[in-house]
């Protein structure tokens, strides 16, 4: 079978509801394009309702839908990154299923990319959907990620996105159990541009997301690009023991010249816990980054597969 020209990589978790609706809706905007022959690689992410079986039943009555299906929940960006690794198209488009990321980019992305660009992502223009909460949190990570690593992450990008099968061979490359794909998918560099959208609200289920969950995905984005946080921890150390000398310093100079002071019971206890508090949050940083080492050094595989669909043997 003759390589088609794009790969839609669609990671999916119980998402029965939208499959219908999103297999319409693309296929819509890809029939109409001219001289570009696709598939679409649906990666069922361990789902508990009737997504594999929809699955099989889209894929049986269209073979240019394949599906993947695996032993378990392994996490979106495993998901994703198993897409590349099974999708063969000249270029790759990463998309969720809740249409919420608006399937008519999909020809300026093509048409960006036989203009040369190599990566060609989609940037929301607004985040008026979002709650106030969730608008701060966002910016605020994005300035402190893009602070601390050396590859930034677009702000307000996300993982709706056109990659050229140089970019896809250069991710194959990565290993990482851990993985951080908004960071990944910049890392291999090229020439990019970006695409402006507005989000739309989903066209049926509900989001799989919440603030924890948010919330540790943050954490391990961080972990996965820099070790700043690490560093960070040798200049406060540097600074307190400073402080520390100073302040003893004064103490004895005091003690010379005045006498013996009677002890000051509620400083020292500020002290003890100030400095307590310090060690511990420095204790829970390295703990982060010993856990990634744990999980790297194992060297499991990122995902099981239990059933294919559409592929060949």
Not at 18 to 26: A, M, R
Not at 262 to 269: M, N, R, V
Not at 283 to 309: C, S
């Amino acid at each position: 079978m003759e390589k088609p020209d794009l790969s839609i990589i669609a990671p999916m978790y119980n998402e029965e509801e939208v499959l219908g609706i999103f297999f319409e809706e693309i296929k819509k905007v890809l029939d109409k394009i001219d001289g570009i022959e696709y598939e679409i690689i649906c990666i069922n992410d361990g789902s508990s309702d009737k997504t594999l079986d929809k699955l099989r039943f889209f894929a049986e009555q269209d073979k240019r839908i394949k599906a993947i299906s695996f032993s378990r929940n392994f996490g979106k960006e495993k998901a994703m990154y198993a897409g590349l690794e099974h999708c063969s198209g000249k270029a790759a488009i990463v998309i969720d299923v809740d249409l919420q990321d608006p399937v008519e980019l999909i020809e300026i992305f093509i048409q960006k990319w036989k203009e040369g660009y190599e990566t060609v992502y989609g940037v929301r223009i607004n985040r008026k959907t979002d709650t106030f909460f969730k608008r701060f949190t966002a910016n605020l990570f994005y300035k402190a990620f893009n602070k601390m690593s050396q590859v930034p992450v677009y702000k307000n990008g996300g993982d709706f996105r056109l990659i050229d099968r140089k970019v896809i061979d250069a991710i194959k490359e990565i290993k990482d159990n851990k993985l951080f794909m908004k960071y990944i998918f910049n890392w291999p560099g090229y020439k990019s541009c970006s695409v402006g959208f507005v989000r739309q609200k989903r066209a049926a289920g509900t989001t799989k997301w919440n603030y924890w969950k948010l919330w540790n995905f943050a954490l391990d984005g961080i972990s996965a690009a820099t070790t700043l946080p690490l560093r960070i921890w040798t200049y406060i150390g540097v600074f307190i023991s400073l402080l520390a000398f100073l302040r003893g310093g004064y103490i004895i100079a005091r003690t010379l010249i005045s006498g013996i002071d009677l002890p000051g019971y509620a400083s020292l206890t500020a002290a003890i816990l100030f400095l307590g508090g310090i060690q511990l949050i420095a204790l829970g940083v390295l703990g982060e980054y010993l856990g990634r080492v744990l999980e790297e050094t194992r060297r499991r595989p990122m995902y099981l597969i239990a059933e294919k669909v559409n592929f060949d043997a």
